[in-house]
């Protein structure tokens, strides 16, 4: 039982570039989250979703695009990287059981953006 | 609107002393409160959660949480700490819009334990 993975760890990008951040949870949950880490400001919601294909805009959402074709998976992508954007990406899910339920987090993607 | 305030960016203890870490928080409704720790280079783990069961709630690691509805705090201690416990600790509480399951993040604690 893996949890929650992340796909890749680290990854260096030029301004400009696109790539995709893969999620994978393996404990059937319905909630999906993408969050941003930076320093002194906690952890932000970029996007989230709430059932296999279907995404809504989180906290901070614009630069960023999100898709849950699969149950098991969210991908957040970046269509044109900025500096801005340089930060350590986590994925999180929950069950869609009473309020309350804990979220449970991936290990995270370092991402530099130059 | 809901937020999580904690109170001190970074809170230094000395081995075996007392880790008191604050928060306090802001919700029309009853709140579902949690803690996380976040070691170095690693995701968020569950410390411990309220869901109105109890007021005072205990959790992994020997920590625990009292919720004081009066003060609306929730604040983190922990009587005695390790070397171990050095880490960033997040306040969080469940978003009442929408059953989505979002939480919302203090701004983080980071915990020094002095040899």
């Known amino acids: 039982n893996a949890g929650v993975t992340q796909t890749p760890k680290f990854r260096v990008l030029k301004t400009g570039q696109s790539m995709t951040l893969l999620c994978a949870q393996d404990?059937?949950?319905?909630?999906m989250y993408w969050y941003r880490q930076d320093p002194g400001m906690g952890l932000r919601l970029i996007h989230y979703?709430?059932?296999?294909?279907?995404?809504a805009k989180g906290e901070v959402p614009d630069g960023y695009n999100v898709s849950r074709l699969k149950k098991q998976n969210f991908l957040l992508g970046l269509e044109s990287a900025a500096p801005s954007q340089t930060s350590v990406y986590f994925c999180?899910?929950?069950?869609?059981?009473?309020?309350?339920?804990?979220?449970?987090f991936g290990p995270g993607t370092r991402l530099t953006v130059t | 609107a809901q937020s999580v305030t904690q109170l001190g960016s970074h809170v230094s203890v000395s081995e075996g002393a007392l880790v008191l870490l604050r928060c306090n928080y802001s919700s029309s409704v009853p709140p579902y409160l949690f803690w996380y720790v976040q070691y170095p280079n690693q995701g968020l783990q569950l410390l411990l959660k309220y869901t109105s069961a109890a007021t005072l709630v205990k959790g992994i690691n020997g920590f625990e949480a009292e919720f004081k509805k009066s003060e609306t705090s929730f604040h983190l201690t922990k009587p005695s700490a390790h070397m171990s416990d050095a880490a960033e600790y997040f306040c969080a509480v469940s978003s009442v819009s929408g059953n989505t399951g979002k939480l919302i993040f203090g701004q983080g604690t980071t915990l020094q334990v002095k040899p």
């Open positions: 404990m059937n949950h319905e909630y």
């Open positions: 999180a899910s929950s069950s869609a059981g009473p309020l309350g339920a804990e979220q449970y």
């Open positions: 979703s709430v059932g296999e294909g279907t995404t």
